[in-house]
């Protein structure tokens, strides 16, 4: 059974900095991207960052980038997201994937990407506070 679990969502303050995990089991990360999408209340799930396992090349969105570094585990099966300055907007449900053979360029790009994945963790809430 393939199984993604996210830990390390919680309260923050403006500014500070919280570290994402997602464990994950029944399959490996080879020819998967994986990374972080989110959606805030009333919002669009976008994507955040995403990392290659071909070639671990690494994609953010814009809001992000700068902020945020994505980083694997491949031995341990575990995906990482270390966010730092955190800001209101960045307050949601923040969501591990995995799509088989997707590029990292179209779930960053593309709007609607998050219906190409295969796998999908429960989310965990990211609350920004002012």
């Known amino acids: 059974e393939v199984q993604l679990v996210e830990s390390g969502g919680g309260l923050v303050q403006a500014g500070g900095s919280l570290r994402l995990s997602c464990a994950a089991s029944?399959?490996?990360?080879?020819?998967?991207?994986i990374g972080w999408f989110r959606q805030a209340p009333g919002k669009e799930r976008e994507g955040v960052s995403c990392i290659s396992s071909s070639d671990g090349s690494t994609y953010y969105a814009d809001s992000v980038k700068g902020r945020f570094t994505i980083s694997s585990d491949n031995a341990k099966n575990t995906l990482y997201l270390q966010m730092n300055s955190l800001k209101p907007d960045d307050t949601a449900v923040y969501y591990c994937?995995?799509?088989?053979?997707?590029?990292?360029?179209?779930?960053?790009?593309?709007?609607?990407?998050?219906?190409?994945?295969?796998?999908w963790g429960k989310g965990t809430l990211v609350t920004v506070s002012a």
């Open positions: 029944g399959f490996t990360f080879d020819d998967y991207a």
């Open positions: 994937a995995a799509a088989y053979l997707l590029s990292c360029s179209v779930w960053i790009r593309f709007p609607y990407s998050y219906y190409g994945m295969n796998y």
